[in-house]
């Protein structure tokens, strides 16, 4: 990749991968297929892919006045995607596209991840692929590394903050670890991956609501992939059952007195903390 | 006859205490014949050599990687790789945490293998196969994975198994590996464990783990205080509903609702409030939800995964207490 | 022997019924609500009881002022137990005919002891709300009086009196059947397996009323109308205090420092698809739905006419459904099935009408005793049609 020592010379190419995911707090598993009954449930953009889209708008700020930068926002799923994405362009991405197609139905994560990487491949290069940290449906946070991975490239995980390093293709990247904060030097092109909460994303506006409802968002489907390249996309990880749990209709009662109850709180909101 | 390998991420605290459990895991599903390894890497990797001898394990690959460290996954996932190749490894079992997550993906890609993430346990099923179970759509369904691939790779969330004990005899069978000419493009400047917010900082609601959340109860005698006094303590932002606000007992910063701010947090305390759906509409993401009212059938205990009756102050004056 | 009224639905609407029947010493009454009290179509009432609108024709002045003291009692026996907030509000005159409207309104509130004036003054009209383009406007009518309440917090309210009289509430519980014999309705039946024998069942079903009536093959003529909301947040916290304000087209109002706007009802076209329809109430998302052409029509009218709103962060939004009949005006009282009444169809006003409605219809069924409300808002006006 071409340096250039003055820094942004080139406008830089950002990326975002958003994923849409349900928010319903009851979902409902098809008793024939042991599947989510996804059609029926509402969706809403990934929380954490805000947090992502915010970074990128941040970074696209800080080198405004130093080349600038375009975002192109991508995501992998069935129409209803396109609501994702119009969020993308309402925030600020300059164009959009949605991956969509039967085939890529059933994959896994190293699946979608294989389908990501090809289309980031086509509609690059990329400095920085932004991704939210982890899809709050799966919550899994394997579909950042393992793109990065498929197009060679390294990944920095649970990012607080990015900005350009001294040189160009350089970033300095904040990193959220166990035991604080780590800073990183990192060369592009990179995945980085971004918490939920890590910033305040900011609304989308009227007006640029507005501008957002009048740009297209072509769909780019399987054609687009060889033969071979689909034949990759076969499901390893496969789900054979799924069953619903529960959900409370009625809170259980905590009972007993004031100390009773103040020691039961504790040890719930312990529990609760540590879970992720 | 085939091999469980479990990966030991080594952190700038060591080995990573949940480790032990995974040990456990590869233990439970060995079956026959089967032999249990553990592999770890690092620029100095010798140093965790008795900390990863765990009882039950057949031998300790101990990969040194010059330079390259956590940090460096996309070097580090070349030199696990790599050690793995040549073996006849069934499954790759880790931790699910950040400081293996991206490592064993990467994994995944350069061995094009099959990986199910965030596992609570394994079973062995009827016809053998290694059945993952795991929740999904947040805790609200139980599904049961399958890998179509050997190795398969598996992160396993901690506190489903008993930590494995260090063995008392020393270290198993240990092989030793020197991964040269990796290249990472990431560089570490700084590893600085001390950065982060100062205490006196109030903490965003939206950015909280736990959030303590009051209503109007909160507008008898000194609950608003001691709600306060109970935040801080226990390090959770204080939010309220938004009579609350409108009141001026706090900020509209601090409003969660539809009118106001929508909070993920992991566990919300829900003290006072009425449970209107303006207010019910702010919490999102499924968090562990605990509401404390003095009446029983507010709109609350539909949307509480629990509930106390009781007074609020009472219970704060007890959770101020110390044990 | 006490009569025993079972009320469906625990809206605005039959909250306040509820409580003003209790208020009989011999009436026995129970509300069942399938969710929550208060968590339909009355949670997403803006709960605008202005002292001068178009919401309510001036015909019916009465109705609106009863509303508002109604909630004004409310607040002084508890403050905020009703989620008043004293804003004041701006009315909009784009016409003569608004102008006359507005100046009547003006002069009702002041009979009934309020303040409010009929401003040209686009300074002085500027000065009350900065952000707000007054090209467009001829004059404002403005009080300091009013604002706007909570629709949830009122029905918990009413619903928490009506059961201190002794009424009761069964919530979580869905009802599936209304059972008749020889065109009179005798009971209800729930899917808790339950049957219980009332003297009188009225619907306060609000939008679900069509699927109501249907358990008794009885037509309710209810179209739903989109009321699309958003809740905007300005780019900057404002150090005024931002009035309802009301046009013909649109009315919005603060929510703490958001700005909460939506299309107005009067303004909704029952034959336009885009507006009105029929569906079912349960199909609809709680949030979210809106459509594109919304942010449209709100783009529209908030250059032209509150250019300060065009870069506020667009917060949340809603798509409800307000049960409409064709005249705008509710259904109350008697239908074809003896002992089945109705207090539904209120559409965009079930905050300021039920006060009133549920006062004379507490009475109605109880003594018998009709009042001009209850003639005038008879189900029998739309059968003539």
């Known amino acids: 990749m071409e340096i250039d020592d003055a820094k942004g010379a080139k406008p830089l190419r950002l990326a975002i991968c958003v994923k849409h995911v349900p928010t319903c707090d009851d979902i409902e598993v098809d008793e024939a297929t042991g599947r989510i009954r996804r059609a029926d449930a509402e969706c809403d953009i990934n929380p954490c892919d805000l947090n992502a889209m915010e970074m990128a708008n941040a970074l696209k700020k800080s080198v405004a006045d130093a080349g600038g930068a375009t975002i192109m926002a991508f995501s992998m799923g069935p129409d209803g995607a396109l ?4 969020k993308c362009l309402a925030l600020g991405a300059d164009e959009a596209y949605l991956l969509s197609d039967r085939k890529f139905a059933g994959c896994d994560t190293l699946g979608t991840a294989r389908v990501l990487a090809h289309f980031l491949k086509a509609k690059g290069p990329f400095d920085v692929i932004f991704m939210g940290e982890m899809a709050s449906d799966g919550a899994t946070g394997q579909v950042g590394p393992m793109t990065a991975a498929l197009l060679g490239v390294p990944d920095v995980i649970s990012v607080a903050t990015i900005s350009c390093g001294e040189r160009a293709g350089q970033f300095i990247v904040e990193q959220h670890i166990a035991e604080g904060v780590r800073r990183l030097l990192v060369k592009s092109p990179m995945v980085v991956t971004v918490p939920f909460g890590v910033n305040q994303p900011k609304l989308p506006t009227l007006r640029m609501q507005m501008r957002a409802n009048k740009i297209a968002i072509p769909v780019l489907t ?10 990759r996309l076969a499901p390893k990880s496969i789900v054979t059952s799924t069953r619903a749990i529960g959900t409370h209709a009625q809170a259980e009662l905590i009972e007993g007195d004031a100390k009773a109850i103040a020691a039961k709180i504790r040890e719930l909101v312990e529990g609760g903390r540590q879970h992720v | 006859m085939s091999e469980i390998v479990v990966f030991a991420p080594i952190t700038g605290q060591g080995v990573l205490p949940s480790t032990a459990e995974v040990v456990t895991a590869a233990r439970d599903i060995c079956g026959a014949g089967d032999r249990v390894i553990v592999v770890a890497a690092d620029d100095d990797v010798a140093r965790y ?7 039950g394990v057949d031998e300790l690959v101990l990969i040194r990687t010059p330079d390259i460290t956590g940090a460096n996954t996309d070097a580090l996932s070349h030199a696990i790789a790599d050690a793995l190749e040549d073996r006849d490894v069934s499954f790759v079992l880790a931790p699910a945490s950040d400081a293996a997550r ?12 099959g990986m199910t993430a965030a596992v609570k346990t394994l079973e062995v099923a009827g016809d053998g196969d290694i059945a993952q179970l795991k929740t999904s759509f947040g805790d609200q369904a139980m599904v049961s994975c399958s890998l179509t691939t050997r190795p398969g790779i598996v992160t396993l969330l901690p506190g489903n198994y008993d930590a494995a004990l260090l063995s008392a005899s020393g270290a198993p069978s240990v092989t030793e590996r020197v991964a040269d000419g990796l290249v990472s493009a990431v560089e570490v400047l700084a590893d600085d464990g001390g950065a ?9 609601i939206t950015a909280a783990d736990y959030v303590v959340c009051v209503g109007r109860g909160a507008m008898t005698g000194d609950n608003f205080e001691l709600a306060k006094k109970y935040a801080a303590k226990a390090g959770a932002a204080l939010a309220g509903s938004r009579p609350m606000i409108d009141n001026g007992w706090l900020p509209f910063a601090a409003q969660v609702g539809e009118s106001g701010t929508v909070i993920r947090p992991r566990v919300a305390l829900i003290l006072g409030v009425s449970g209107a759906i303006q207010f019910t509409e702010g919490i999102k993401g499924e968090p562990l939800t605990i509401a404390v009212n003095t009446d029983k059938d507010a709109g609350i205990s539909h949307f509480a995964k629990y509930l106390a009756v009781a007074d609020m102050g009472d219970v704060l004056k007890e959770l101020l207490s110390d044990v | 022997m006490k009569k025993k009224i079972g009320i469906i639905g625990g809206g605005i609407s039959g909250t ?8 009989y010493d011999d009436a026995d009454v129970t509300i069942y609500e399938k969710d929550r009290i208060g968590c339909g179509t009355t949670s997403k009432s803006a709960g605008t009881v202005c002292l001068f609108d178009d919401s309510l024709n001036n015909r019916y002045w009465d109705v609106r002022l009863y509303g508002f003291e109604t909630y004004m009692k409310m607040e002084r026996e508890e403050k905020g137990s009703a989620g008043f907030d004293k804003t004041g509000t701006l009315v909009c005159a784009l016409s003569e005919k608004d102008e006359r409207r507005i100046k009547t309104g003006i002069a009702l509130a002041r009979a009934a002891g309020y303040t409010g004036e009929y401003i040209t003054d686009k300074e002085r009209i500027k000065a009350i709300l900065p952000m707000l383009n007054t090209d467009a406007i001829i004059g404002a009518g403005y009080t300091k009086d009013d604002g706007y309440f909570d629709g949830t917090m009122i029905s918990n309210n009413f ?19 209304i059972n008749a014999e020889g065109g009179t309705a005798k009971s209800v039946t729930t899917d808790a397996g339950d049957t219980e024998a009332y003297d009188v069942i009225v619907d306060c079903t609000g939008p679900w009323s069509r699927f109501t009536g249907a358990m008794l093959d009885l037509d309710v003529p209810i179209w739903h109308t989109k009321a699309e909301a958003f809740f905007l947040a300005p780019a900057e916290n404002l150090d005024y205090i931002f009035p309802v304000l009301k046009f013909p087209a649109f009315y919005a109002l603060r929510a703490g420092n958001n700005i909460f706007i939506c299309k107005s009802h009067l303004s909704m076209d029952l034959d336009n698809p885009m507006h009105a329809g029929q569906w079912d109430p349960d199909k609809l998302p709680e949030r979210g739905g809106t459509d594109d052409y919304f942010i449209e029509f709100l783009y529209e009218q908030m250059e032209k006419d509150v250019p300060g709103l065009v870069d506020a962060g667009l917060s949340s939004s809603w798509l409800s459904y307000r049960a409409e009949t064709r005249d705008f005006l509710p259904i109350i009282g008697e239908t074809p099935i003896k002992n089945y009444l109705l207090a539904t169809g209120y559409g965009g006003n079930g905050v300021i ?16 005793e009709s009042t001009l409300l209850i003639e005038e808002w008879a189900f029998s006006r739309l059968w003539k049609k």
């Open chain 3, 353 to 368: 009408e039920a006060p009133a409605v549920s006062r004379d219809l507490a009475k109605y069924i109880m003594r018998g």
């Open chain 3, 159 to 177: 619903a928490a009196k009506m059961t201190a009289n002794g009424g009761k509430i069964i919530t979580g519980v869905r009802v599936t059947a």
């Open chain 2, 49 to 55: 050599r008795d900390a990863l001898s765990f009882e």
């Open chain 2, 196 to 204: 982060g917010n100062s205490d006196d900082e109030v903490l965003p």
């Open chain 1, 222 to 231: 399987a054609s687009e992939l060889s033969a071979d390249e689909l034949a």
């Open chain 1, 83 to 86: 609501a994702s994405l119009k």
């Open chain 2, 102 to 113: 991206s490592v064993m993906a990467r994994v995944a890609v350069l061995m094009d293998a």
């Open chain 3, 16 to 23: 306040a019924l509820g409580y003003n029947l209790s208020l």
